[in-house]
């Protein structure tokens, strides 16, 4: 049987699957509607378990790991990376073999499942992505490609939306393009500025895997007790902080940024070295929905929109010193009467906001001359509205986009 055949036919598995499992749901929901809410006290029979679980579960594991396999390692990139999701949708055991498969980015160089833009790039080459922005609604949205595709094909990895406030701006960024509720599921973090926007700080929804879960859950437990929203995250905490510096002078130049992570250690780009690599989201924690009868129009939008009530707990620090990145510095051509920057192809407008990011190391800490000119982040404008944005290990989708959304802000005392 040829590759070919083999995902046309997990293809019509998965349209099968679907049809069964939507048949199952309305007659679930019905019988919901027209029956007591008591359970009855009887095990479901056995022709109902084998319907809902379906018949492509009953391969045999050997045949299954290989069918898996062959699919995830001709699947490169979008949107054929989809069947490989599509696989591990079918039932719990193509699940858990799927996830023993797939890989994460930094070893395999691939965006799979939601965790992989938690999870650090790739080190040998960057993930490219771009960035296209909407002014009429501030919402910025990431997608995985080189540049726009004329089908609309393009893979949506995370979107955020654009704040004002009277004394700072907020990025709030979710999974979903249209929810933006730090109470929903789709909430994965937010980037929040100072008064005149020279400093950034990225808030995470979950913690590196190296901290304490518990002593953090408490805290947060504790603080969000005193705050209206109905759903919070289990965990809110400053990631990284991203500086401008300020040119008083007002000399020439471009923006001069530096980033401190306080998430990763400096030692995760040392010889042997590996960065905190999240493999599952945490749990929402649930709490009392006041009806909305009760709750106003003011609660209700403070439960949606607002930051000023979360707990801004102290950065969660990882072992050893946190990894710091700077702007790599210009240079001027004099032809042009520019500053400009090898993007390598990937970045064709001129622009203030155009940055490449590199580690910022002290000879005490023994990194390679070469691990300290990498660019582990670039960042530069295409378009009237699109800009391209390329990271790579230590650097998750999710830190990357953040860092990138602090250009966006106005910064009149940076230029």
Known sequence: MSLRSIVRELREMKDGIGSISRRGYESRRWRSLTRSHIAPDQAPQPSELSIEQGQWANLPPELLLEIIKRVEESETLWPSRAVVVSCASVCKTWREITKEIVKTPEQCGRLTFPISLK?????????????????????????????????????????????RRATCTDFVISLVPYVFSRASNAYIGRLRSNFIGTKFTI????????????????????????????????????????????????????????????????????????APTPTSFPVVLDHQVPPPSSASKEELESCNFSSTSISESQPAQVSGSPLVLKNKAPR????????????????????????????????????????????????????????????????????????????????????
């Not at 979950?206 to 965990?235: E, G, H, W, Y």
């Not at 990357?400 to 230029?415: H, N, R, V, Y």
Request: a positive charge; one cysteine or more; hydrophobic letters at 35%.
């Open 119 to 163: 999870q650090p790039g790739p080190r040998d080459g960057p993930i490219q992505c771009f960035i296209r922005r909407d002014r009429a609604t501030s919402t910025y949205l990431l997608f995985y490609g080189l540049v726009p595709s004329e089908h609309e094909r393009d893979k949506l990895l995370l979107a955020a939306r654009k704040i």
């Open 203 to 274: 808030y995470d929804s979950q913690p590196p895997s190296d901290v304490d879960l518990q002593s953090s859950s408490r805290i947060n437990q504790k603080a969000s007790s005193k705050q209206p929203s109905a759903r919070a995250p289990a965990f809110n905490y400053s990631a990284a902080t991203v500086l401008y510096e300020l040119n008083v002078l007002r000399t020439r130049g471009p923006r001069r940024m530096n980033c401190t992570m306080h998430s990763i250690p400096i030692s995760s780009i040392q010889e042997g070295g590996a």
């Open 332 to 415: 001027w051509h004099e032809q042009l009467q520019c500053w400009c920057l090898n993007f390598r192809g990937r970045v064709t407008v001129a622009s203030v906001k155009n940055f490449q990011l590199v580690a910022a190391a002290e000879p005490s800490d023994n990194i390679p001359s070469a691990e300290q000119e990498k660019v582990i982040l670039q960042f530069g404008k295409i378009a009237k509205d699109i800009f391209t944005m390329d990271y790579r290990y230590p650097l998750s989708a999710f830190q990357a986009f953040a860092i990138c959304l602090s250009s966006f802000d106005t910064k009149p005392a940076c230029e």
